[in-house]
């Protein structure tokens, strides 16, 4: 169980280390290095979107990146106390069934990126292959805030895919939002798992975990007013749609196949479905059979 401000030290800490081959070379080219003041709009603009999304958390895995440093702060699974104190208050929620609930769903992506052999390794390659085109100098939270909520006033957005990844996507180059593309095909295969798996796991053991994924699945698609702009504008909300997409996902797979056609997926990197497919799971059936 952990605060707000240690969930977020700890996603800085795992942001740092996953952007690490980026500041290297950032160093590594005085031409390139950013300005301080460049560096403290940009560290104040990620502590506004941390801070916000801690008030929104109730349980997270973090993945092990490194195993030689800190490992007791990696591949850990734990709960934000106040969010989930005042979920279980509010919805009168039995605190035992309600924990071990959410404790199913992130056990699960833990058994995904250690219990796959490949899983880790992929992942992180994924967002390699995003980070080596990035350009530290082009990330202006402002700017592309701006831009996206231009677009959404003028409707030009909506079939945009770029947009459904916020910020990240409005300044992704062609070759970065086809990276971005595959990692969220990824995350929407992990998420739907998750899901599915926290209520197979779960039935005769978590008393009312019917009611709890009625409510989670409200609470995720009722954002309004402020709240569901700035889902919109860091690409949260494409983040939730990955729960539903995945779960349809995997129906429509069980539903062709059964279990057994599904488990190709954790077969190989190749078997994985990109976010087309995800949304249209007819085609990687189709490839599968092939």
Do not use: C
């Amino acid at each position: 169980m952990v605060t707000r401000p240690d969930w977020i030290r700890a996603n800085l800490a795992s942001l740092q280390r996953l952007l690490r081959p980026l500041f290297e070379r950032i160093a590594d080219d005085p031409e390139r290095e950013a300005s301080a003041t460049t560096a403290r709009i940009g560290a104040l603009e990620l502590g506004a979107v941390l801070g916000w999304m801690s008030t929104r958390v109730l349980g997270q895995y973090d993945l092990l990146v490194l195993e030689d440093e800190a490992a007791e702060d990696q591949d850990l699974v734990y709960y934000v106390g106040p969010n989930l104190v005042a979920l279980e208050r509010r919805y009168a929620f039995p605190r035992h069934d309600f924990r071990l609930w959410l404790a199913l769903h992130e056990v699960t992506h833990r058994a995904q990126f250690m219990g796959v052999p490949w899983m880790r390794g992929h992942y992180l390659g994924l967002v390699t292959s995003l980070l080596d085109g990035a350009e530290p100098e082009a990330f202006d939270l402002v700017s592309s805030l701006k831009g996206l909520v231009e677009k959404r006033r003028s409707g030009s957005s909506d079939d945009d895919a770029a947009a459904g990844s916020g910020v990240l996507g409005a300044i992704s180059t062609p070759e970065q939002q086809e990276s971005l593309d595959r990692i969220a095909g990824l995350m929407s295969l992990l998420e739907g798992h998750g899901d599915v798996t926290m209520g197979r796991a779960g039935e005769g053991i978590v008393h009312g975990a019917d009611r709890m994924a009625r409510v989670m699945a409200d609470r995720r698609r009722n954002a309004s007013g402020v709240t569901k702009l700035f889902q919109k504008l860091v690409g949260l909300e494409a983040k939730l749609a990955q729960y539903a997409q995945g779960e349809a996902f995997i129906a429509a797979v069980e539903g062709h196949g059964g279990t057994a056609l599904l488990d190709r997926v954790w077969e190989d990197p190749a078997h994985l479905p990109d976010l087309g497919e995800i949304r249209e799971p007819d085609r990687w059936i189709a490839r599968m059979a092939a």
